[in-house]
């Protein structure tokens, strides 16, 4: 089956710095990618959606200018968190969409101290 | 926009029991899927299943699109079936808020 790669599986920063995630289609082209978030015992909730060469598609209550999300080509997608704050530590997976069907990454865990 | 609501939020049992979980949606949907999330937060898609029944294994899972509700049974579970259960609807996927299943030896 089809294989999404996100990286990294997890990483602590400090508080007021970057973390960029990657998230790659290894076996097919993903014209849409979603990134969703979880908080600790909480549900799934989708930030953004973003097509390949458009700019993402921010869901209520999601700050584009705090999540950045590029997708520049079918087969890379980036979330960068920005100047990160401690309720910013959560879950973040990614979900690539393309032909064929839809796969989940295996998220990355960001803890922020 | 569609609203995803699970039941039990909660369900603990014994080897060997059944189980039955609940997914009621809002709206009319063409995708709606049943994941588990294992202790590393990787979500497993056990069905997609928009409508009608499906079977793999132990597990099942039928949907009643009318209704706007669909059910995942998992028969004789094991101590591996344990984890958070979610259903998930549209193309999107609006989670529901999962149900945390135990299942103790």
């Known amino acids: 089956g089809a294989v999404v790669s996100q990286h990294p599986s997890w990483v602590i920063c400090k508080s007021g710095t970057s973390v960029k995630i990657e998230c790659r289609s290894l076996d097919f082209q993903a014209t849409t990618m979603f990134w969703y978030r979880q908080f600790p015992k909480q549900s799934l909730m989708l930030m953004a959606t973003?097509?390949?060469?458009?700019?993402?598609?921010?869901e209520q209550g999601v700050e584009k200018d705090k999540f950045l999300i590029n997708h520049a080509s079918l087969t890379l997608s980036t979330l960068t968190v920005t100047s990160a704050h401690p309720e910013d530590s959560s879950f973040y997976i990614c979900?690539?969409?393309?032909?064929?069907?839809?796969?989940f990454g295996q998220g990355t865990r960001l803890t922020v101290v | 926009g569609i609203q995803v609501e699970q039941s039990p939020p909660d369900l603990i049992l014994q080897e060997g029991a059944n189980s039955t979980l609940r997914c009621n949606f809002s709206?009319?949907?063409?995708?709606l899927q049943w994941f588990h999330q294992n202790p590393w937060g990787q979500l497993i898609n056990l069905f997609y299943i928009p409508s009608g029944t499906k079977q793999n294994g132990r597990l099942s899972a039928t949907t009643v699109a009318t209704e706007r509700y669909s059910l995942l049974y998992i028969s004789s579970s094991q101590t591996t079936d344990s984890g958070v259960y979610f259903c998930a609807a549209a193309q999107k996927l609006v989670f529901g808020q999962g149900t945390r299943l135990t299942i103790n030896p």
């Open positions: 709206d009319s949907v063409n995708n």
């Open positions: 973003s097509n390949e060469g458009s700019k993402a598609t921010y």
């Open positions: 979900r690539a969409w393309g032909v064929g069907g839809a796969f």
